[in-house]
Nanobody, 123 residues
Framework: QVRLVESGGGLVQTGGSLRLSCVFS????????MGWFRQASGKEREFVAG???????TVRDSVKGRFTISRDNAENTVNLQMNNLKPEDTAVYYC?????????????????WGQGTQVSVSS
């Protein structure tokens, strides 16, 4: 059974950095397409970044140049490095996995989710 556990969230000031980690257990992470999503209070869950089985990556336009997704196959983790954080990045961040090889942005295409980690950016 696949299990995802996120960590690394917290409270930072505008311009600060955080590194989120998602530990993947039960299978090997490189067999899955992985995504980071976020959900702000009162808003729908949205795609932030993803990495395919072949290590292709994509990020949403609003975080380009600031966020980087990476995968460590040896540690079975997927990381999200977030730099130059802004108040609009405040949300609960979720790690998700899907068994397909295609990198997709629709959260409904991911079938395994972590519990989420809170990221708060103060102005």
């Amino acid at each position: 059974q696949v299990r995802l556990v996120e960590s690394g969230g917290g409270l930072v000031q505008t311009g600060g950095s955080l590194r989120l980690s998602c530990v993947f257990s039960g299978r090997t992470v490189y067999l899955y397409t992985m995504g980071w999503f976020r959900q702000a209070s009162g808003k729908e869950r949205e795609f932030v970044a993803g990495i395919s089985r072949s290590a292709d990556t994509t990020v949403r336009d609003s975080v380009k140049g600031r966020f980087t997704i990476s995968r460590d196959n040896a540690e079975n983790t997927v990381n999200l490095q977030m730099n130059n954080l802004k108040p609009e990045d405040t949300a609960v961040y979720y790690c998700a996995a899907r068994g397909g090889s295609t990198l997709v942005l629709d959260p409904n295409q991911y079938n395994t989710w972590g519990q989420g980690t809170q990221v708060s950016v103060s102005s």
